[in-house]
């Protein structure tokens, strides 16, 4: 009596296990898009379908960049050498300013000396402290410049790396661009998968939610360590009524076949 107890509740169980199919899909897939303007100088067309290395795959031209690259950063050098000397003038300037007030402070409330000379010490004092304050001005003036350049250069050394595209580890699933083409901004470059794992993509039922993680995995008949990595809470808006549900599984030589997927 036991025994057949126990091959009914067998049976049962694997009435109620519902067998499902999912594609083996690479874990991720990105649609890279331009971040720069330009004319493709380089597409490497063998590189599609294969494992990328350090090589690039596509270099949008950046001469430009490049020549005016130079010439920021040979101007932000003469500016730090012009921020330098302001600096060394603003030291001596301080000084002279600091000595003249001590000479006008000696002089102004004395007898002997006439109006006319008191009156020359003082424009001699204003004199400087105007210098004074006029090389204040273009030290500022001239950080502001070196801010912007600064800035500049950082705008372009982001262009001339966006401009040489790589994914190394990744495949190059498809290229979406020629050589000789202009692109811009958004413009789309190509597709990379990255085929590091795999992915199995279903959608359950309401009625096989409950304690669904716990679950054993079963692909293609056989017994697996896998677990449903992730759960949609919200019904899938194309598969009315079901619920996606994702496994995470090791990368096999070749991806997209179907397999055959059940929770027992």
């Not at 303007?37 to 596509?58: A, D, R, T």
């Not at 994914?167 to 290229?175: D, E, H, S």
Request: charge should be positive; aromatic fraction near 8%.
């Amino acid at each position: 009596m036991k025994k057949i107890s126990l091959i009914l509740a067998l049976l049962a169980s694997s009435l109620l296990a519902k067998d499902y199919y999912a594609k083996v899909e690479p874990y991720e897939m990105y649609n890279i898009s331009s971040n720069v303007g330009g004319e493709v100088i380089m597409v490497n067309e063998s590189f599609e379908g294969q494992i990328l290395g350090s090589k690039p795959y596509i270099l949008i031209d950046s001469s430009l960049d490049k020549k005016e690259l130079k010439a920021v950063t040979l101007k932000l050098t003469l500016l730090k050498d012009m921020i330098k000397a302001n600096n060394k003038l603003i030291k001596n300037y301080e000084e002279i300013v600091k000595r003249k007030q001590e000479n006008y402070n000696r002089i102004k409330d004395l007898d002997i000396k006439s109006q006319s000379d008191k009156d020359r010490e003082f424009y001699d004092l204003v004199s400087s402290q105007n210098q004074y304050i006029s090389t204040l001005k273009e030290i500022d003036n001239l950080k502001t410049q070196e801010a912007d350049l600064t800035f500049r250069s950082s705008q372009l050394n982001k262009s001339i790396k966006d401009k040489t595209l790589n994914a190394k580890g990744k495949m190059l699933y498809k290229l979406e661009v020629k050589k000789g083409q202009v692109v811009n901004v958004t413009t789309p470059l190509a597709k990379i998968a990255d085929i590091s794992k795999a992915k199995l993509e279903l959608f359950l039922s309401y009625n096989e939610l409950e304690d669904i993680k716990n679950k054993t995995v079963y692909i293609d008949g056989k017994k697996t360590s896998y677990k449903i990595e992730a759960l949609w809470d919200v019904a899938d808006e194309k598969h009315l009524s079901s619920y996606k549900a994702r496994i995470i599984v090791k990368a096999p030589k070749q991806f997209s076949k179907l397999v055959k997927v059940e929770f027992k």
